[in-house]
């Protein structure tokens, strides 16, 4: 029995130290120093003492040695690349209130994606805090610019037929729902706005013609426009729960690319995350909601919106969870303590 016990020691303690020895490690797309080190049974803070590594950094094709060498200190690898002529410099950003990753990417002409790769301890889009200190790309060239926006076929020119200054809690999605007319429309007729979600309180657009006669606030308007966004979201009722889904996609969703989907459905642009959806249309009361409104919520209690639903009514809402997926749940549950906003985008 001793030497069974002896002999499993000792191939134990080959296998351990085999592995804790391993060769240098090249790293693949996706990995991050703590996926490598919790792979390899070493300490994220080894690899960086024995490859020289000043931060988090890493990039595909870029290797790694696993194990000290016999001087404390680790070599250069002979095969390591460097960096492409292209690759930026990076440098620091400290999160302030009203932040995004996707707002803060824009801001730095960079991509999401990039921003994502730079910052691999950031595993939620959503999850980020006042204060905290991110990299971002220095000098990083820009994502590719959509298209400009097609002039109006010669035949048949959109015309402007007035004008509309811009208020304050405005978007050009609500402008153009109030006036009747599609956001590509209005585009058409500013072409100096490059950029929908670019457009400053004082500032006065264009507004094309064929514009409908209902009066602004007419009950019945908004309330068309409501049932429609609430009979547009049951059509998806079932589908699972995916963070990060993209909004081309119907039969998974997270909670902020559902209510981008549903709206665009209608007629009215949202942006990507809650946070940013939390920005548009007019801010009421949590007390006044009425269908097709949507409600922010911090569940995290970190005075961060992390989830949104649209309100079917004063009791129900519509939404995408994590747990449920796509379906109605009760809004004087579980929701109503950590709803922290509400806005009116119809």
């Known amino acids: 029995m001793k030497k069974k016990v002896i002999a499993g020691a000792l191939v134990t303690s080959f296998m351990f130290s085999g592995h804790a020895y391993a060769a240098d490690y090249t790293v693949k797309s996706g990995d991050s120093l703590w996926k490598i080190a919790t792979n390899n049974q070493v300490t994220v803070s080894n690899i960086k003492t024995w490859n020289n590594l000043k931060s988090d950094l890493i990039f595909p094709g870029q290797t790694l040695s696993l194990k000290a060498n016999g001087t404390g200190t680790t070599q250069p690898a002979p095969t390591q690349p460097a960096p492409a002529p292209s690759q930026p410099t990076t440098s620091t950003y400290t999160i302030k209130s009203g932040d995004s990753l996707s707002l803060i990417a824009r801001n730095h002409q960079t991509t999401l994606a990039n921003l994502m790769k730079l910052n691999p301890s950031i595993t939620d889009v959503n999850?980020?805090?006042?204060?905290?200190?991110?990299?971002?790309?220095?000098?990083?060239?820009?994502?590719?610019s959509q298209p400009s926006q097609p002039a109006p076929s010669p035949s048949k020119p959109t015309q402007a037929s007035g004008t509309y200054t811009i208020k304050s809690g405005d978007n050009l999605s609500s402008v153009a729902s109030r006036h009747g007319v599609t956001l590509s429309a209005l585009l058409a007729v500013n072409p100096a706005i490059k950029d929908a979600n670019r457009i400053s309180i004082g500032q006065v657009i264009n507004i094309p013609g064929n514009t409908q006669s209902t009066p602004v606030g007419d009950n019945a308007s908004w309330q068309e426009k409501a049932d429609a966004i609430i009979k547009t979201g049951e059509k998806y009722l079932g589908a699972k729960y995916l963070y990060g889904a993209s909004t081309n996609r119907t039969d998974a969703f997270d909670c902020s690319s559902y209510t981008v989907k549903v709206f665009a459905e209608n007629g009215i642009s949202l942006p990507r995350t809650s946070a940013q959806q939390g920005n548009v249309g007019k801010e009421i009361p949590l007390s006044e909601i009425r269908k097709g409104d949507l409600v922010f919520f911090?569940?995290?209690?970190?005075?961060?919106?992390?989830?949104v639903s649209i309100v079917m009514d004063s009791n129900t809402l519509l939404h995408a969870a994590t747990n449920t997926g796509v379906a109605f749940a009760s809004y004087n549950t579980y929701w109503k303590p950590r709803a922290v906003k509400a806005v009116r985008v119809l």
């Open 127 to 144: 999850r980020i805090f006042i204060g905290q200190t991110i990299l971002v790309a220095a000098g990083a060239p820009s994502a590719p």
């Open 298 to 307: 911090d569940t995290e209690g970190d005075g961060v919106i992390n989830h």
